[in-house]
C-alpha cells in the first residue's frame, strides 16, 4: 500500500522550468519503481520516464530525456520530475506512479497513483 501525492505543477512561459515532487507514504518505498506520467483532455496517460527500483532511469523519447531528469531520494520517500525548457505541448497534467521492483511504461503496469497536478505552458 503507498499513498502517492504530487506537488509543484503550475504556469509557466515556455522554456521555463519547474521542479514536481511526488511524496509517498507507505513501507518499502526503496523496492518500488517510481514514475511520472502525463495526460491532456481527450487523450490517453503517456509515459514520461520512470525511475527504477536499484536507481536507473528511463524517459519516453530522447527530447524528454534531454530537457526532463527523474530523480528519488530514498531518505525521504519522495521522487521528482525536474522540468527544464518547458514547450507549451508538456501542458497536462502530471501523475505519479508506483509499482512494485520491476518498471513498465504504460498505465496498466502501476499499481499506484497520485491525484495529479497541473503543468500549463504558455507560448
Known amino acids: 500500500q503507498v499513498q502517492l501525492i504530487e506537488s509543484g505543477g503550475g504556469l509557466v512561459q515556455a522554456g521555463g522550468s519547474l521542479r514536481l515532487s511526488c511524496a509517498a507514504s507507505?513501507?518499502?518505498?526503496?523496492?518500488?519503481?517510481m514514475a511520472w506520467f502525463r495526460q491532456v483532455p481527450g487523450k490517453e496517460r503517456d509515459f514520461v520516464a520512470v525511475i527504477t527500483w536499484s536507481g536507473g532511469s528511463a524517459y519516453s523519447d530522447n527530447s524528454m530525456k534531454g530537457r526532463f531528469t527523474i530523480s528519488r531520494d530514498n531518505a525521504k520517500n519522495t521522487v521528482s520530475l525536474q522540468m527544464n525548457n518547458l514547450k507549451p505541448e508538456d501542458t497536462a497534467v502530471y501523475y505519479c506512479?508506483?509499482?512494485?521492483?520491476?518498471?513498465?511504461?504504460?498505465?496498466?503496469?502501476?499499481?499506484?497513483w497520485g491525484q495529479g497536478t497541473q503543468v500549463t505552458v504558455s507560448s
Open positions: 506512479a508506483a509499482k512494485l521492483r520491476t518498471w513498465g511504461t504504460v498505465v496498466g503496469d502501476y499499481d499506484y
Open positions: 507507505g513501507r518499502s518505498f526503496s523496492s518500488y519503481s
